[in-house]
């Protein structure tokens, strides 16, 4: 699964000293996409749950059209481009009732 990806290339680039790390690639942007989250979940409990890792200055939950839910997954930007980092770090495989989210750098979302 690409939560064990990450994890494995996080615990690799610890063990061999990487001073580049994958996260440097992603420098350039203050978002993270968020996955496999709960339809009951709004903006509101989205923006709690990440607010650990820093100031949020945006988000986007795609909604269904027909029932005005949310779709499972969404975009949220920091004020801090190393809030993301975090974000990623911590949030990635994590258990939010009783979902495993996926949280990933995004190079080039637009609001």
């Given at each position: ?49 990440f607010s650990q890792w820093g100031e ?56």
């Amino acid at each position: 699964s690409t939560i064990k990806e990450i994890e494995r290339i996080n615990l690799r680039e610890l063990e061999l000293g990487v001073k580049g790390s994958w996260h440097d690639e992603y420098k350039d942007s203050a978002y993270v996409f968020i996955g496999g989250l709960s339809y009951e979940m709004t903006e509101g409990d989205v923006i709690i749950v990440f607010s650990q890792w820093g100031e949020v200055v945006d988000i986007n939950l795609p909604r269904d059209k027909e029932t005005g839910k949310t779709r499972g997954f969404g975009f949220l930007m920091y004020e801090d481009q190393r809030s993301t980092v975090l974000a990623v770090d911590n949030m990635n495989g994590a258990q939010i009732l009783g979902r495993t989210i996926r949280v990933d750098h995004c190079k080039s979302y637009k609001q």
